[in-house]
């Protein structure tokens, strides 16, 4: 039964079901780490998406120093993590993108946090 109204109806369905199951998708949190908030930043967005995480940092007071995205999975280990500088002005903000390597995980990841370097 190789009608075209079935080969578009499995076509249809197909794509259907792939959009269901980009939908189910569940979004991972970003949180902010103890040195983060001590330092006065604070977080208005955040956006996971693959192997990028991006962030809106707003801070109060001038900020800077290593900044390190932390993938962790189900039992709070970290599993992964990227860096970017961070340096901002008194009063400042800036959109930070921080991009994990192939060889994080991504399917283990449940959440990020993100936290400044000890020095």
């Not at 693959?50 to 001038?62: A, D, G, H, N, P």
């Not at 340096?87 to 959109?95: E, I, Q, V």
Request: glycine share 6%; net charge positive.
């Amino acid at each position: 039964m190789n009608h075209p109204s079935m080969f578009l109806f499995k076509a249809f369905l197909t794509s259907y079901l792939f959009f269901l199951a980009s939908c189910m998708e569940e979004e991972k949190s970003v949180t902010l780490g103890t040195s983060v908030l001590e330092k006065g930043l604070s977080m208005t967005s955040s956006k996971a998406d693959k192997s990028k995480v991006e962030v809106y940092l707003i801070t109060t007071q001038s900020v800077e120093g290593e900044l390190l995205a932390k993938a962790l999975n189900v039992k709070g280990q970290e599993i992964g993590r990227t860096k970017q500088i961070l340096n901002l002005g008194k009063d400042d903000a800036k959109l930070i993108t921080f991009t994990f390597d192939a060889s994080v995980n991504l399917d283990a990841v449940t959440r990020y946090m993100l936290d400044f370097r000890k020095k």
